[in-house]
């Protein structure tokens, strides 16, 4: 089991404010106030550890196959626990914006299976639906379907080049909701203020 290290002033101030807002009788108050002065004896006493405190950081993937550090810059080509220059952990994973991650994902898998991907998991966000009308809502597999239709969706519309056309498409039917909304009361004139 790996050791852990605490910074030692800051426990002592934790104790201290630990006592002033302690409340009960004088007597406990007094038994309280002698334990926390006996635990911070115990701690100004014991033998103090030399430690650099853990640096954390994560893999930034490049297209070109090269990771990088984010603590240090240090590239290599593989995405290894540690950096092997600055030893930062790098338990943050590789840093790969979404676009690329999805990028990658229809270069490997290719575009036909990633469509037939994203049938499929319309259908199993269509099944959750359904079986929330049956039997009430799981919203933890309704909130994951939502996610996985969300990223294949992603997908399409980056196999399709067409993000600005659905953006321009989305406000025009966010718009006709709205219209339709007014005119069937479901919600005041906004203009009314």
Known sequence: MMA???ERESLIREIISNMASFIGTSDEVQKHDEQCNYAISCIEDALSADVVPM???QWIYHDDGVFTCSECGNAESSDSCYCSYCGAKMDGGIAMNERQILGRAISFYGSEIQRVIAIEELSELQK??????RS?????HIAEEIADVQIMLEQIMMLYECHEDVAIWRHKKVKRLLERLIHDGGIGNINDG
């Not at 009430?136 to 933890?140: F, I, L, Q, S």
């Open 128 to 133: 959750e639906l359904c079986k929330s009308l």
């Open 4 to 6: 852990e290290y605490i």
């Open 136 to 140: 009430g809502a799981d919203r933890p």
């Open 55 to 57: 640096r954390y950081g």
